[in-house]
């Protein structure tokens, strides 16, 4: 059987060499044409790279997995990925146009030392599994080509110790833009956001109502997000633009809403209640029931008496 390990490009002169393409002329920094690419080398196999890309396709009619996660690319132009994860494409090479668009590959090594090695981590575009790549409109997709131009041509030039601060600028531009575009998008796609709360709904109904609360405790926020095929951090931004809560306070808010339905409705004990909740300790339950409703178990069932 032939191996099906994902090819891997540990350096940006590998992924010229794969692809391809003439030796890059930094490095640790390229700006590369999906035309130039030989089409054949984009072929249904998977690949790892040890570096960012950051690429805007046209005419680009895959099917990718970004992880273990399908990616839809069928409208939305511009795709992030962080260094070690997984992709798989699957080119259609029927189709007569060709692929254009460009993409920028940033080796980790060339953010050494500088304030972008952390803040590049706070972009959760770069590894969230939100199945669609980003929507531009036509000026800004022609903004950020022009970054990734300016970028090329400084790579291109002569390279001096202001080489590295005037890309690295540069690239904080990119990635500040594209952090702007892709909040928009939680704002502007309602409809595909607004399922993924009504799916949180269903999965926190549904874990609240079974013997897993007993079993396993609370759901965490990984669990949940699992469950939603999206990451922890995009579920949690998402949810803060939709509710203002985020993933742990929307978990938190069922079980208060559950422990006032078992208090509310049962003859259980508060200590019956609270081990039927998942705490080992009443007092942990009283607590947590007197932060989040200002008034202990045992008042808030007297209310109803």
Known sequence: ??????????????????????????????????????????????????????????????????????????EGIMFCMSPGQVLKVETDHSQQQKPSGWNLLIHPDFLWNTPLAKTIKKYEYFDYAVNEALFLSPKEEEMLIGIMQQIDQECRSNLDHFSQPVIIAQIELLLTYADRYYHRQFITRKITNYQVLDKLEVIL?????????????????????????????????????????????HIHAKLIEKAK???????????????ELGFEHPQSFSKFFKVKTNSSPLEFRQSFN
């Open 1 to 74: 059987m032939p191996d099906q390990s994902p090819v891997r490009l540990k350096t940006i002169s590998e992924f010229h060499e794969f692809m391809q393409l003439p030796m890059p002329h930094h490095p640790l920094v390229s700006v590369v044409r999906f035309e130039d690419f030989n089409r054949q080398c984009i072929a249904p196999l998977s690949r790892v790279m040890d570096f960012y890309s950051i690429a805007i396709k046209r005419n680009f009619n895959v099917k990718m997995k970004y992880g273990q996660q399908a990616y839809d690319f069928n």
């Open 205 to 249: 109904s549904a874990y609240f109502s079974s013997d897993q609360l007993l079993r396993q405790g609370l759901p965490s926020v990984t669990y949940i997000s699992e469950r939603l095929n999206v990451s922890p951090n995009y579920l949690s931004r998402l949810l803060k633009t939709l509710t203002g809560q985020s993933t742990q306070q």
């Open 261 to 275: 339905e078992k208090l509310s409705t049962t003859e259980l004990s508060v200590s019956e209640i609270a081990y």
